[in-house]
């Protein structure tokens, strides 16, 4: 069925149909309204992002392991074609193969099923746990694992967790399969995290199959990469290579130009996203890169002269000498050198953009460098402005919410159930150093910079990159109220101690920064001004800024509603950090943090040794 083309009036219907659901978010708030406005152009630049987005969904928010490794268990269960799971960590514990177990019986009943796991993450699950699914025909593939002698940093890796069921159930969150996830209700499980997941049914899940192959696609790439490196290495560069022209070189060493959307059909936004945005990836249908087409053609102009001469030189001259293995291997090297400045250079001229809005107070501006603070700055010239904005609505105070059955929504919540909500706008976002996709942290810069009321956070490691700092401080200084809930009891304790090394900058700004004490939080949501909200796999962290993620965003009052009523029952559970506990600490615990700190900025995965593998 075709998909109605979601313009500016389809925008204006969504909101109009939302009014009195945001009214009681804010609990009429005369900001409400300012709300209701901007948001309407907020929405319209996040469609601006990426092409992955639809309405008429149905969404169900899952705040307990019980509720969403049912559903999963359930889902995996009902499979009539097709199961794609993609997850950072599945531990060898009873949650773990009892999922392994199931995907083996639906591939046994015929269902395909595709599995993909992080090399690092699940580095506790062994070929042992596997071999029943593998030996039944499934197919499973482990994102970078370790090598010295790879190209890629082993610090780079697939924090993804999704499931696709037969193109129309889709899962998405923070939740591994493990027992500490499932919670105590479910038979192995333990109280240990606290994370969200996303259950969605409908025309966005069709998507979420995108990312999936997307993830796959560069995990083989990966290692076609490497073993086409080992392989020169190894050969010394052979006659044949070492005559090659650079066109070849690309598609043989550098194969990252090949866009996932070759291998699967467009798309129903594909098509009108791309006559925007005509450097956007999908228009990538040929081998190059669009932003680098003249220096590419450049040099392939001097590739196809100098292999003409080279042609006409070995026509007349048949005795000429051939070159020595070590000259055809320094030729090869020097190609492998201008193709690593030539990004750099492309990279360091990106960086020119500017920041919009004015500058941080020197005392509290994070002037610290950072290689990728550029990456996803906004450029507002850039999203899609396929229609203009009124700046006021004449809103007709009579409309209801005729787009959500609200009574059976307040029985599944009296219930214990997850409330059903339907005909949802969903975005699907994405953070991928390999595709240099920065749409997670675009998305968290529109939101920071067009909110009128509050903006909530729940991350477990609290460490965002410079620029996203920067933001949420300035969001404070707006009088926007800014909070955060970051782990008291964390799995990773050093980096705990790191986050508290600039509490103080946040602190004193006014921004409010909460622990959680009693349970260890997983959860990575955000939600904006009772009507923006999003839970994925990103944390506020540096290593998020280099793995893959995805996040799932709504923009409904009804979403919104629950998670921040699902923040308001973690703060229960968590102690407010104030800016005089900080400064109070001994200075032992001072030093700890600090060093910590810098371990933090030399273990971030590293940009530089990607640039073989960036598209």
């Known amino acids: 069925m075709m998909m109605k083309k979601f313009n500016y009036g389809s925008i204006k219907e969504m909101f109009k149909s939302n009014q009195v659901k945001l009214r009681q978010n804010l609990k009429d708030n005369p900001v409400w309204k300012k709300v209701y406005t901007s948001w309407q152009k907020t929405t319209q630049r996040l469609t601006g992002l990426n092409p992955y987005y639809s309405r008429g969904n149905t969404v169900s928010i899952l705040f307990t392991g019980e509720h969403a490794f049912g559903s ?145 696609s560069r995990s083989l790439k990966l290692q076609e990469t490497n073993q086409e490196f080992e392989r020169l290495k190894s050969e010394k560069i052979s006659s044949a290579l070492a005559a090659a022209s650079l066109e070849e070189l690309d598609d043989d060493v550098f194969p990252f130009d090949r866009p996932i959307e070759t291998i699967l059909a467009p798309s129903r936004n594909f098509d009108r996203f791309n006559k925007k945005h005509p450097s956007y990836n999908t228009s990538r249908i040929q081998e190059i890169d669009i932003e680098d087409d003249d220096d590419l053609q450049q040099d392939k102009e001097r590739t196809v002269n100098s292999s003409n001469n080279n042609n006409n030189n070995n026509n007349n001259n048949n005795n000429r000498l051939q070159k020595t293995e070590e000259e055809k291997e320094a030729s090869i090297l020097e190609y492998f050198e201008e193709q690593i400045n030539r990004k750099k250079v492309m990279r360091n001229n990106d960086r020119d953009v500017k920041m919009d809005g004015p500058l941080l107070d020197k005392d509290i501006y994070f002037a610290e460098e950072d290689e990728d603070d ?88 609290f460490l965002p990159p410079i620029r996203l700092r920067n933001e949420i401080i300035h969001t404070a200084n707006r009088g926007i109220d800014v909070r955060i809930i970051t782990a008291g009891l964390s799995d990773v304790p050093w980096f705990r101690y790191a986050s508290r090394h600039i509490y103080h900058k946040f602190l004193s700004r006014g921004v409010k920064i909460y622990e959680m004490q009693t349970l260890t939080l997983h959860s990575k949501t955000m939600t904006a001004d009772g009507i923006y909200s999003s839970v994925g796999s990103y944390n506020l962290d540096t290593w998020s800024q280099k793995n893959l993620e995805v996040n799932l965003s709504f923009v409904d009052p009804s979403i919104a509603e629950q998670m921040e009523k699902q923040f308001d029952k973690d703060l229960l559970i968590c102690r407010e950090i104030t800016l005089e506990e900080i400064q109070n600490r001994g200075w032992m615990e001072k030093l700890i943090s600090y060093v910590c700190y810098q371990m933090s900025r030399v273990l971030r995965p590293s940009r530089s040794k990607a640039i073989f593998i960036n598209k």
Not at 389 to 404: A, G, K, Q, V, W
Request: aromatic content about 10%.
């Open 374 to 461: 550029q990456d996803f700055i906004i450029d507002e010239s850039e999203l899609d402005t396929r229609f203009d904005m009124e700046e006021e609505d004449n809103i007709d105070e009579e409309i209801l919410d005729d787009l959500h059955d609200v009574e059976q929504k307040k029985q599944d919540e009296e219930d214990g159930k997850p409330a059903v909500i339907n005909n949802v706008f969903v975005q699907i976002q994405q953070s991928n150093l390999l595709s240099n996709r920065r749409e997670i942290q675009k998305a968290i810069v529109l939101t920071l910079r067009n909110a009128k009321n509050h903006c909530y956070f729940t991350t477990p490691y």
């Open 72 to 216: 999963i268990w359930e889902t995996i269960d009902s499979a009539k074609e097709s199961i794609q799971i993609e997850t950072y960590t599945i531990e060898a514990d009873e949650v773990g193969r009892y999922t392994l177990d199931l995907l083996t019986k639906a591939q046994s009943r015929g269902i395909q099923v595709k599995f993909m796991t992080d090399a690092i993450g699940s580095m506790s699950l062994s070929d042992f746990e596997t071999y029943p699914l593998r030996q039944k025909g499934g197919e499973i593939y482990s994102f970078n694992p370790v090598n010295i002698t790879r190209m890629e940093p082993f610090s780079m890796r697939n924090h993804r967790k999704i499931m696709v069921a037969d193109k129309k159930i889709g899962f998405c969150g923070g939740m591994n399969l493990s027992s500490k996830y499932a919670g105590s209700k479910i038979t192995g499980g333990v109280d240990y995290f606290r994370d969200t997941h996303a259950k969605v049914v409908g025309p966005i899940v069709k998507d979420f199959s995108r990312v999936f192959y997307d993830s796959i």
